[in-house]
């Protein structure tokens, strides 16, 4: 079965949060494996050494994410974790309030 259960899961995805709202970096780093892939809400593929610099002051400041269907799968040796998320924001002084959703291994 997976190495973490659903309630430590869902509490890393609460560390995560909080680290993204407090532009925290160093969690930041903790949290992100190094082979990381994200794909943007325009379809682009991010490095982890693409992504942290944009949680550095000054560039992105979130002011709320607010998770919704959000679905857990435990599986042998990882987990998969799917949220629909409420992100108000601003990313180089422009203002965003949209809805995404996330989904990791």
């Known amino acids: 079965m997976s190495k973490y259960s659903e309630s430590q899961i869902i509490e890393i995805e609460v560390r995560l949060r909080q680290a ?10 903790a949290f992100i494996a190094p082979e990381l892939i994200f794909t ?13 610099p944009i949680h550095q ?7 709320a994410l607010m998770p919704s269907e959000r679905y857990n ?3 042998e040796g990882f987990s998969i974790v799917s949220v629909q998320m ?6 180089e002084g422009t203002e965003i309030d949209q809805h ?6």
């Open 40 to 52: 943007s809400y325009l379809g682009q593929l991010v490095s982890k050494q693409q992504d942290l």
């Open 100 to 105: 995404y959703r996330f989904t990791r291994v």
């Open 20 to 29: 993204m709202l407090n532009l925290d970096v160093a969690e930041l780093d």
């Open 73 to 75: 799968q435990l599986n």
């Open 57 to 63: 002051p000054g560039i992105l400041k979130f002011r």
């Open 86 to 91: 409420h992100i108000l924001d601003s990313y």
